[in-house]
């Protein structure tokens, strides 16, 4: 008679514990993995976020300043903090108000440095580069050709907000050179009517907003003016257009040339200074003299400086900056 086999009891349901261990691993690497994803698309988000908004602020006060026919500004304050000077109610009283950007985003320089506060609390660049702006007057415009708005996350992702000459806001289209434009010859004979030609011999002068030292964009500049003396001489300075920073951060020299013995006198705008005051050409075959020009308030602009000597006059365009 066989013995009957005995009895093996089945395994008991469940993981062991190195299958627990295992499962946890894998479970903690996806949810690494899902994190790193979410804080990056949320980094991503935040910053075109501030670029939309900002560049909504840069375009409406834009549309204010049109529209009161007066002026508006937007000034970056802080790392990540910019004021607005439009008229926010429609009451046609302008006044400031602050934004700040999303979370861990920043303006920064042309070497993508965050942009920092110093003593006076002003915003500047660690590296001395230029602390863009928009300055808007009645027609829209600003006085420089172009001013590029940089902003920053914490995953160094990079958004750029220009503001061009016109007025034209974009984000993350940044433009520096005109397109190409097929030209037209065009017969000075068959294709002109006489009587629309103004003849002369002095050129134009040359109104480009961009300036010879401008801090968004280059090209362009002031041709020097030229005044002419009653008497034959000639008075004028070696540029048109200087550039300087607010508060006397910098100075700029300016070269003022005669034919004709006698004193130059500087009349400057209100918010600028030129020293000397005066200068004295003793040579009746004329000769040069120097001026240097810095800027004793905080305001920002293009300003004009007069020189006048007994006979005639020549001005001089001054922009100040950050």
């Not at 375009?59 to 926010?88: C, N, Q």
């Not at 958004?159 to 974009?170: E, L």
């Amino acid at each position: 008679m066989c013995k009957p086999e005995p009895h093996r009891p089945e395994r008991e349901g469940g993981f062991s514990v190195l299958e627990l261990l295992i499962m946890v691993a894998l479970i903690s690497v996806v949810s690494t993995f899902a994190v790193i994803r979410i804080n990056r698309s949320r980094a991503a988000f935040q910053l075109q976020n501030s670029a939309q908004i900002f560049a909504t602020y840069v375009e409406k006060a834009r549309l204010d300043a049109i529209r009161r026919h007066g002026s508006a500004t937007v000034d970056i304050t802080g790392p990540g903090t910019y004021d607005v000077f439009m008229d926010f109610n429609g009451n046609g009283n302008p006044y400031t108000r602050r934004f700040t950007l999303e979370k861990d985003v920043v303006f920064t320089d042309a070497n993508n440095v965050a942009i920092t506060t110093n003593s006076d609390n002003e915003a500047v660049s660690p590296d001395g580069l230029l602390v863009p702006w928009a300055d808007f007057d009645f027609r829209g415009r600003t006085t420089e050709c172009t001013m590029l708005f940089r902003l920053q996350n914490n995953n160094s992702e990079r958004s750029t907000v220009q503001v061009m000459g016109s007025g034209d806001v974009t984000i993350n289209t940044a433009v520096f050179t005109p397109a190409n434009i097929s030209y037209t010859n065009i017969n000075a004979n068959s294709d002109v009517v006489n009587t629309a030609t103004i003849k002369g011999t002095k050129p134009p002068i040359n109104l480009s907003p961009c300036g010879s030292g401008g801090a968004g964009g280059g090209g362009g500049g002031f041709t020097p003016p030229v005044g002419t003396c009653a008497g034959g001489g000639t008075i004028f300075p070696d540029v048109g257009l200087v550039t300087i920073r607010r508060s006397g951060g910098t100075t700029a020299t300016v070269n003022i040339t005669v034919n004709t013995s006698g004193t130059i006198t500087a009349t400057p705008n209100s918010n600028l200074s030129v020293t000397p005051a005066t200068r004295a050409v003793p040579s009746s075959s004329g000769g040069t003299v120097s001026f240097t020009i810095s800027s004793i308030t905080k305001a920002r602009g293009l300003f004009p400086i007069t020189f006048t000597n007994p006979c005639s006059s020549t001005s001089v365009q001054v922009k100040v900056t950050n």
